[in-house]
């Protein structure tokens, strides 16, 4: 009976091309769209050195620790400054002609000359004032014969080692986006047991088959038709738009599995608690998906982190920023608790989407078909 069933509704699924195209071709579009969208916006944001000089003067060849710092801060592909030794006659002639933003003078303190104020200006009076803090600091600590404990306390640590990137999270929300646009599937099988919906329906609840057995069934069906739809979309991502996902991509196709289970389930309890036209249901599908998806992120990624900051509790109350941080904390995060705090959370919901679902389906009774 199981075999006939999944078959007989993966037959049926497949033929329902709007609810396919929502939840297969809508994300693969809207992916490519964001490749296209982002592809070039980190080369534009790229910092370009500032040009900066220095006067070669006594005090500037004494300060040893200034020099060595500023030639290593004006040297790499990722420098901060382009930097030129140069008189003082030849600074100013330079910062008149417009040709450097400032230059410094190693004085004590260290004297910054500018024409204007302006971010590179500022960037150069933050680099100094963050020297000569450090500098006085490292002093006092000298003065003070700390130096062994300095050595073993300033060790830097990096708590990841995936280089950083706020693009990755319109990826990530998308496919949790696509993981809740499962729910359209979910809407459709409860409809298609609920017997006042369709002529299906009723001879479903007439049949021999238990109404319940006959509906876990046909969400196999659905289950199975959205996974392979949210895989193909991993590959679609990872092979042709070589969106980087880190090295666990087994806990990617698990955190996938997961929210597609809770796309689905979703619908399903959404149609149960509505009794209202098939078109109502799906809007308020499609429109929780999406404001969820913005508060994830998908839209601005600076709208996610202003929520966790503002509102923590709406971060857990949405589903699909579960996801989205779930996959986040896979790339960025080498210990995998707060992965694993996502997907208990969501779990919980989906949890409450079955119970809720069995509840309300077994319950309803119908005076006549």
Not at 171 to 185: E, K, Q, R, T, V
Not at 190 to 204: C, G, K, L, T
Not at 232 to 259: E, H, N, S, W
Not at 342 to 352: D, G, P, R
Request: with cysteine.
């Amino acid at each position: 009976m199981f075999v006939h069933i999944f078959r007989y509704r993966l037959k049926c699924l497949f033929k329902d091309k709007v609810t396919i195209f929502w939840t297969m071709i809508f994300p693969l579009v809207l992916a490519t769209f964001f490749q296209l969208a982002l592809a070039n916006i980190g080369n534009n944001e790229r910092f370009s050195p500032i040009e900066v000089a220095v006067v070669n003067d006594e005090n500037y060849n004494n300060n040893q620790i200034f020099k060595t710092v500023l030639n290593e801060v004006s040297t790499g592909e990722e420098r901060i400054f382009n930097l030129q030794t140069v008189t003082l006659e030849n600074a100013a002639r330079l910062l008149q002609d417009g040709e450097i933003a400032g230059y410094m003078v190693a004085e004590n303190p260290i004297r910054l000359v500018v024409s204007k104020s302006g971010l590179r200006q500022n960037i150069i009076k933050i680099f100094l004032d963050r020297f000569m803090q450090t500098s006085s600091a490292a002093m006092a600590v000298r003065a003070q014969d700390f130096d062994s404990i300095g050595k073993e306390v300033l060790e830097e640590v990096s708590i990841s080692k995936a280089e950083p990137n706020i693009h990755l999270n319109y990826f990530y929300s998308l496919i949790a986006m696509a993981c809740f646009y499962g729910s359209l599937f979910g809407l459709r099988e409860v409809m298609e047991i609920q017997a006042d919906n369709s002529s299906i329906a009723a001879r479903i609840n007439i049949a021999p088959t238990h109404k319940l057995k006959a509906f876990i069934y046909s969400m196999c069906a659905s289950f199975f038709i959205h996974i392979v739809e949210l895989l193909i979309l991993l590959i679609y991502l990872i092979l042709v738009l070589k969106v980087d996902f880190g090295a666990r991509i087994g806990y990617v196709l698990l955190t996938t599995i997961i929210g597609s289970i809770a796309g689905v389930s979703f619908g399903a309890i959404v149609s149960a608690l509505i009794k209202k036209k098939e078109g109502l249901k799906i809007a308020i599908l499609i429109t929780f998906s999406m404001v969820c998806s913005f508060l994830a992120g998908m839209m601005m990624h600076s709208i996610k982190y202003s929520v966790s900051e503002n509102v923590p509790i709406l971060s857990y109350l949405n589903p699909v920023n579960l996801l989205t941080d779930a996959l986040y904390s896979l790339h960025f995060f080498d210990s995998l608790s707060r992965y694993w705090l996502n997907m208990a959370l969501l779990t919980m919901f989906i949890l409450v989407f079955w119970f809720g679902t069995y509840f309300i389906v077994r319950r309803r009774k119908y005076a006549s078909i």
